[in-house]
């Protein structure tokens, strides 16, 4: 079935970089999205790809793409404590009459 | 300003009394979706609707109720047969299912006692 996966915690100072990856099994996804969830908030959308790209870089966020591993990763450089949230993976088959699948989210700590 | 409004931002309910969120857009989107959010847990799909007068049952249906009577309008009843309903529940809306992307509501923390 269809499935996102994400580790669940990461922990970086202050104006390094974060690297949070996903992975995804269905083949025939077409777009793949990245959330961004502050405490006690709704989901806000980051940025996208769409699966015939490698990579999309906008500003500090740079989203990488393995179709072949089925592997999204967001990098993001020069990371602030403003930061630190929940992100979440999604994906989406282009399918009409399917939701997107979100991942379980990976909690990023940023500390100073 | 476009976006998606849920009210309330609090709710507070005593066990075996059902409830309604409330969910609206004016962002002239088709389909309109229904997550609840438990700690360490994602988000988890309970109804969505692709357009007026339908929708379908998500991943964790049971103990919920939707109607969607109004384009702008997607209305979630948490009845008093949801055994856990003490959760965050977010509300989204899109163009479309499928690859469309979702846009979010601020969300509702219902709390049952």
């Known amino acids: 079935g269809e499935d996102v996966e994400q580790s669940l915690f990461l922990s970086v100072r202050e104006g390094d970089s974060s690297v949070i990856n996903c992975t995804y099994t269905d083949s025939s996804s077409t777009y793949l999205y990245w959330y961004k969830q502050e405490p006690g908030a709704g989901l806000q959308l980051l940025t996208y790809?769409?699966?015939?790209?490698d990579m999309k870089q906008d500003q500090r966020l740079t989203v990488l793409l393995n179709k072949k591993d089925k592997h999204l990763s967001l990098r993001i450089a020069d990371t602030q404590t403003g930061d630190s949230a929940i992100y979440f993976c999604a994906e989406s088959a282009h399918q009409a009459g399917t939701a997107l699948i979100f991942g379980k989210g990976t909690t990023l700590s940023v500390s100073s | 300003d476009g976006g998606i409004t849920q009210s309330p931002k609090y709710l507070f309910r005593k066990e075996g009394q059902n409830v309604t969120l409330s969910c609206e857009q004016n962002?002239?989107?088709?389909?309109m979706y229904w997550y609840r959010q438990d700690p360490g847990q994602g988000l988890r799909l309970i109804y969505y609707s692709q357009i007026v007068n339908d929708f379908q049952k998500g991943d964790i249906a049971e103990g919920y109720s939707v109607s969607r009577e109004k384009k702008e309008s997607f209305p979630l009843t948490v009845t008093s047969a949801q055994k856990n309903p003490t959760a965050f529940y977010l509300c989204a809306s899109s163009h479309g299912t499928g690859g469309y992307e979702q846009y979010f509501g601020p969300g509702t923390r219902l709390t049952v006692t």
């Open positions: 962002l002239n989107h088709d389909a």
């Open positions: 790809i769409f699966s015939n790209m």
